[in-house]
Nanobody, 116 residues
């Protein structure tokens, strides 16, 4: 059963923007409100890395390379977490995954490709 489902990936030119969305359709609302939501990415030949996190208190954290360009958000009522990506670079090309430490749920991933 799908616990987290991402959408919004695609192909974009360098300097462009994309918005990724993660929905937790099966998560009880009270649980979603209490969990951290995270976005990871994995580029070919590289380890999966944490890109951004938003806590239940809406405290946000970003990996250094995306600070000032990416914004993570959450809508508890919709049980979604979005990752807004601006000023995209070719090195942002990766499969992006939604994750929550709650039961270690992962989404299936969505491909983001940034052309130079």
């Amino acid at each position: 059963q799908v616990q987290l489902a991402e959408s919004g990936g695609g192909l974009v030119q360098a300097g462009g923007s994309l918005r990724l969305s993660c929905k937790a359709p099966r998560m009880i609302l009270s649980v979603f409100n209490a969990v951290d939501m995270e976005w990871y990415r994995q580029a070919p030949g590289k380890q999966r890395e944490l890109v951004a996190r938003i806590t239940s208190d809406r405290v946000t954290e970003y990996t250094y390379s995306v600070k000032g360009r990416f914004t993570i958000s959450r809508d508890n009522g919709k049980r979604t977490s979005d990752l807004r990506m601006n000023s995209l670079r070719p090195e942002d090309t990766a499969v992006y995954y939604c994750h929550t430490p709650y039961n270690n749920y992962w989404g299936q991933g969505t491909q983001v490709t940034v052309s130079s």
